[in-house]
């Protein structure tokens, strides 16, 4: 594809529109599951449906059209009622909903193959079921124009989707305020055509309501040679003769409101009527004047009835003809009206635009800039610092109402960058059907705090381990039906998906309430594995732990779902190179908690900036609990190389920094417990462990840049940054380091296999 | 004469086909059967009636021959000129 390419480039802003879409419907459709949904909720599935299908036509995506068509017209049936949304129609949503996801991600080339059998299932269920629920077609009440009965259904086979049925029966009682008929003008716009609809089904519908006499105008028809195959030359004149209601008109229009120039008007007699000073009338006038797409017959009082009158009048200006005579001889009847009014439409819903799109390059660029922003004001203070300024000398108070904005600016950056989990939330109920589908189990999906925000690099990456730790939820955690009723537990299995902020950090949880950690199990299979020694004592925190262990597979049958031995050591690591950890809280019979924290951003950190071996370094604050110096006698030697230190009663295991990461020479002195401060951390697990350093110099936000982009991967360290003296520093990475620090104690009963 | 057998479902998606078929036929009299129709759309209607005004305004015969009864049926609910599906309506 390219970028040049301006119509591939609305393509795109489609797509990305049919996600926000799509976002909408499965919001919906989830809701209606629930039972939360009304009346609006229906109206809002539809929208989003009716938004997509007329996108893809216009990019001529045909099947998507197709399929987007069927479903919209069944969600009509659910929105007027005709159709009762219970069970069975939410259920035909939810797989409608996949597969007209999947349609759009077939025709924007993110999946290879679109599957065609499935497609047609669906659209045939949806089609089964309005048909079976639905009002019985009435008899056609026009005969002279509307076709046989067998013709009808050929025709609907051929163009692959029913028409819209209508309950005569709901009209009301007193007709008084409905006119006799109705004149319609219509004009096909060639976008009608392009999105599978098709005249001839509107005037077939239009038919049923009452005998029509249809006139056709062919005279802006282009000509033969010149007619592009997919031109839109003619419309149609309509006098219906029957005292029905607009909207039962507009209903029929309602497909195409968009795609065609429709007037409906009463029938010429109406506008001859004297009280035109009745408000009824007015009303009905301001109606017949209003696009068809706005159902709401504006106020009266608001508009002004001569204009009206004068646009209203307009269609009916020309002769009527009968359907005998020859079209050609035909006046044309494009009526100004329809045009002002779809003029008209576009400025309004511009009108309401909150947002702009932009493109994220542009973002990152401008956030590297600030980057180097803040990094040349932390420079510039230091230099004006070493002159030895008084702090009330101008230079210094400019500097302080710089740092003040340059820190505004990076978090107003910062904040365009942030977007809910919501996107990433959303994708989540069809995994879950999709997974208690293929399991044969009966999952409900809850979510909370969808409105939690976090850097938009981060909400990219939250997809596969919240997808991969979901699967495992159901896969593993949740029992069968017949396990959980034996357990006493309802039928069906809860999976709880939750984003909160904590202390600076997203926190992602995923519980269920299954069975909970078999330990064990899950104790054997370690040992079998040999990743613990068979007369390992661990908690039950370092046994749940395992799990996360590289070939650790607890499913007795691997299923296609999850089990394959990769999944949480997986899951582990993606979360791990975001800066994250996971946790994992287990109740035997009760359910199993996931929880993951991840860091806002990906782009800046709070920092400690210590020093240990003569090295700078930088440790993530989040991570810190406590720093404190110790007294002589609170450290003390366990065997020949480990340490620990007293800490509030307890002892930790001491990492000493410069030693692990290699700064210091090997024939450094040990550590005395003197010249040195200890630095308390949280570790993945939630177990703390007491870091060695040199000294601490100070507390900063730092830019993060990517050491592993600009140099390679080393072990311990996360990343760098620069620090106002224009040095690089080493960015810690704290569950690494003390992975290292373990490993080069060679700790005897918890090898890692790694 | 050439005879054009018109394809059962003249829908938007045969219309590119009939517009070539046509296309092709330009300069000679046409006979279109419709004795196969089975739907017609109003894709396929215009390009019919602007190929009948064309060959009209070359004096050359366009007709539509022994239509099917869907045929009919539709062309009446569009409104079209009902002479153009009659068989005598091959001469301007």
Sequence with gaps: ?754 | MTVYHLPANLDTRTAPQVHAALNGLEDQPVSLDGSQVESLGGQCLQILLAAHAAWTHRNLAFAIQSPSEALCAQWAAFGAPADLLSPLGDTP
């Design chain 1, 1 to 754: 594809m390219s970028a040049d390419d301006p119509f591939e480039a609305i393509k795109q802003t489609f797509f990305l529109e049919c996600e926000e879409l799509l976002t909408d419907l499965e919001a919906s459709v989830t809701a209606l599951t629930f039972g939360d949904g009304d009346g609006e909720t229906i109206n809002a599935a539809f929208r989003a449906i009716h938004s997509i299908k007329g996108g893809a036509g216009a990019f001529g995506l045909e099947d998507l059209v197709r399929f987007a068509h069927v479903f919209e017209t069944f969600m009509d049936e659910l929105r007027s009622g005709r159709k009762a949304c219970d069970d069975t129609a939410i259920r035909a949503m939810l797989h409608a909903s996949d597969v007209l996801a999947d349609h759009v991600s077939f025709a924007r080339g993110l999946i290879p193959s679109m599957d065609e059998e499935r497609s047609a299932t669906v659209a045939n269920d949806l089609r089964a079921l309005m048909n079976g629920a639905g009002p019985a077609p009435l008899p056609a009440a026009a005969p002279e124009p509307s076709a046989p009965a067998g013709t009808t259904d050929e025709i609907e086979a051929a163009f692959g989707f029913k028409p819209v049925m209508f309950n005569l029966d709901a009209l009301p009682e007193d007709a008084a305020m409905v006119p006799e008929g109705w004149t319609i003008s219509f004009k096909p716009h060639v976008r009608l055509y392009e999105t599978g609809n098709e005249p001839a089904l509107l005037l077939r519908e239009l038919a049923r309501l009452g005998p029509c006499t249809v006139t056709l105008h062919a005279e802006a028809l282009a000509p033969f040679a010149d007619l592009h195959e997919t031109a839109a030359g003619l419309s149609w004149t309509i006098e219906l003769d029957a005292p029905v209601e607009k909207t039962a008109i507009q209903e029929i229009f309602e497909f195409v409101e968009d795609e065609c120039d429709l007037v409906i008007a009463p029938k010429g007699g109406a506008l001859d009527t004297p009280d035109v000073g009745d408000v009824d009338i007015a009303a009905l006038l301001a109606a017949a004047t209003a696009p068809a797409s706005d159902p709401v017959v504006p106020a009266a009082a608001d508009v002004d009835i001569q204009a009206l009158l004068a646009a209203a009048q307009a269609p009916l200006v020309p002769p009527i003809q009968s359907a005998g005579e020859a079209p050609t001889t035909a006046p044309q009847t494009p009526t100004k009206a329809p045009a002002a009014t779809a003029a008209a439409a576009p400025a309004t819903s511009a009108g309401t635009q909150a947002s702009i799109r932009v493109d994220l390059d542009r973002i990152d660029k401008l956030i590297n800039v600030v980057g180097e922003l803040v990094i040349q004001q932390a420079m510039l203070a230091q230099s004006v610092a070493e002159c030895g300024l008084t702090a009330s000398s101008t230079v210094k108070v400019g500097l302080e109402d710089l740092e003040q904005l340059s820190r505004e600016i990076q978090d107003s950056v910062m904040a365009i960058r942030a977007q809910p989990v919501k996107s990433v939330f959303q994708r989540m109920p069809r995994l879950v059907r999709e997974v208690a589908e293929m399991t044969g189990k009966q999952v409900r999906l809850v979510t909370e705090g969808e409105a939690t925000e976090v850097d938009k690099t981060v909400v990219d990456r939250l997809a596969e381990p919240i997808t991969h730790m979901i699967r495992n939820a159901i896969d593993h955690g949740l029992e069968d039906s017949e396990g959980r009723a034996a357990a006493g537990k309802p039928k069906e299995g809860t999976i709880r998906l939750a984003a909160l902020h904590r202390s600076g950090r997203i926190v992602i949880e995923v519980s269920d309430d299954g069975r909970g950690i078999n330990r064990e199990r899950v104790r054997k299979i370690a040992i079998d594995r040999g990743l613990i020694a068979a007369d390992a004592n661990l908690t039950n925190e370092e046994t749940d732990n395992l799990i996360f262990l590289p070939g650790f597979s607890t499913a007795d049958t691997v299923s296609d779902i999850s089990g394959r031995g990769v999944g949480m050591d997986v899951v582990r690591r993606s979360i791990q190179q975001l800066g994250g950890r996971i946790s994992i809280a287990s109740t035997p019979g009760k359910g199993s908690v996931f929880t993951m924290s991840l860091p806002l951003t990906l782009a800046v950190l709070d920092g400690m900036v210590v020093r240990a071996g003569g090295q700078t370094l930088l440790s993530p604050l989040p991570s810190i609990i406590e720093s404190f110096t110790p007294r002589e006698g609170d450290l003390h030697r366990i065997g020949a190389r480990d340490w620990v230190i007293r800490f509030r009663d307890r002892f930790l295991p001491l990492i000493d920094t410069a030693k692990v990461l290699g700064f210091s020479p090997p024939d450094r002195g040990e550590i005395n417990g003197k010249d040195g401060i200890a630095i308390v951390v949280e570790n993945e697990g939630g177990s703390q462990v007491a870091l060695w350093v040199d000294d601490i110099q100070g507390q900063r936000q730092v830019v993060i840049k990517s050491l592993e982009t600009n140099y390679r991967k080393v072990e311990g360290i996360s990343a760098a940054t620069i620090l106002g003296d224009g040095r690089v520093a080493l960015i810690l990475d704290i569950d690494a380091l003390v992975v290292l620090g373990r490993q080069q104690a060679n700790h005897a009963d918890f090898k890692i296999a790694s």
